[in-house]
């Protein structure tokens, strides 16, 4: 069974930097390509980064790229997502998922962690 749980949320002004965490159940970190996606008040969640389990390759969204990094230990079986130069539309809760990438999500999701970016 495939679980995730998702940490490293919080309050943090512009210009700063965050780490979120996604533990996973089992290899599913080897099993599977992960995904972060968040989903701001009022707004459809989104696409954030990816990191493909088959190519070894990641993907981010424009308005991230360059400021956010994503990256596995799979001896920890974690996935983080590195926030650096964060903006207040950076603002959302950001949800873990197996499975998905650029093209939508996977069948697996993170309970979710609240980011906060203050101007």
């Known amino acids: 069974q495939v679980q995730l749980v998702d940490s490293g949320g919080g309050l943090v002004q512009a210009g700063g930097s965050l780490r979120l965490s996604c533990a996973t159940s089992?290899?599913?970190?080897?099993?599977?390509?992960i995904a972060w996606f968040r989903q701001a008040p009022g707004k459809e969640r989104e696409f954030v980064a990816s990191d493909s389990r088959s190519s070894g390759m990641t993907s981010y969204a424009d308005s991230v790229k360059g400021r956010f990094t994503i990256f596995r230990d799979s001896a920890k079986n974690t996935v983080y997502l590195q926030m650096n130069v964060t903006k207040p539309e950076d603002t959302a809760v950001y949800y873990c998922?197996?499975?998905?990438?650029?093209?939508?999500?996977?069948?697996?999701w993170g309970q979710g962690t609240q980011v906060t970016v203050t101007s």
């Open positions: 998922n197996a499975g998905g990438g650029p093209a939508g999500p996977g069948g697996y």
């Open positions: 089992g290899r599913t970190v080897n099993r599977y390509s």
